[in-house]
């Protein structure tokens, strides 16, 4: 079975700082993952996704995850925060043959403080 | 990219009545739909997947019988809520795919807000 962990469940920063959320997953079989963002009383938005390739992901904006399969993670990254980017964050994984179904993290919720 | 709209995005009803949300994908044809429900300040949980022409598929736990979902063209799902509860009050999040490989994006309505008085 699969899962994915979001250990932090509130991130705060201030702006123009860099930001990490952290991402874990449990699959045995090969997996696509994915970063979505929801603003208040909406629904979700894709960030980015890693389907196959490169490992370092760059997505909408500004941010980007690198997928490390040995340590079954896909840390999302952006090197300068804004006030915009208040939001919760949610990672997911599919996987193949799955038929698309996703599996969510718990979501972290990201503020940025002035 | 792809558009997907719910409707309504709030209702408020008594118990005991039934309840209907509609999803439509406006500019593509969704082989699969999916709905999930989202408690405050937790993450999704899907509910089922549903493809066009055939019956959905229901996680377990869910109550196939309580929440009705039909997927009548490549446009539209309806989750129908029946004999609403206090307890089902959720917000309701539909998502369409037009593939079915496991890599393809799930596009997200903007949720229903559903509170059961």
């Known amino acids: 079975a699969q899962s994915v962990t979001q250990l932090d469940s509130q991130v705060p920063v201030f702006e123009e700082a860099p930001v990490e959320l952290r991402c874990n997953y449990s699959?045995?079989?090969?997996?696509?993952l994915f970063w979505y963002v929801q603003y208040p009383n909406q629904g979700l938005q894709l960030l980015l996704k890693?389907?196959?390739?490169?490992?370092l992901v760059k997505g909408i904006n500004g941010f980007e995850a690198e997928f490390n399969k040995s340590q079954t993670s896909f840390h999302l990254r952006k090197p300068s925060v804004h006030i915009s980017d208040t939001a919760e964050y949610f990672c997911?994984?599919?996987?193949?043959?799955?038929?698309?179904?996703?599996?969510f993290g718990t979501g972290t919720q990201l503020k940025v403080e002035l | 990219g792809a558009v997907v709209s719910q409707h309504p995005s709030w209702v408020i009803c008594k118990s005991g009545t039934s309840v209907k949300i509609e999803c439509r994908s406006l500019?593509?044809?969704?082989?699969?739909m999916f709905w999930y429900r989202q408690f405050p300040k937790q993450s999704l949980m899907l509910m089922a997947t549903?493809?066009?022409?055939?019956?959905?598929?229901?996680e377990q736990g869910v109550e196939k019988d309580k929440f009705l979902i039909n997927h009548a063209s490549l446009t539209l799902s309806t989750l129908t809520v029946t004999s609403a509860h206090p307890e089902d009050s959720s917000f309701y999040i539909c998502?369409?795919?037009?593939?079915?490989?496991?890599?393809?994006?799930?596009?997200f309505g903007p949720g229903t807000r559903l509170t059961v008085l």
């Open positions: 998502s369409a795919t037009s593939g079915r490989t496991g890599n393809d994006e799930q596009f």
């Open positions: 997911a994984v599919s996987f193949a043959g799955g038929g698309n179904k996703l599996t």
């Open positions: 500019d593509f044809q969704a082989t699969t």
């Open positions: 699959s045995s079989v090969s997996v696509y």
């Open positions: 549903s493809n066009e022409g055939s019956k959905a598929t229901y």
């Open positions: 890693y389907l196959s390739g490169s490992t």
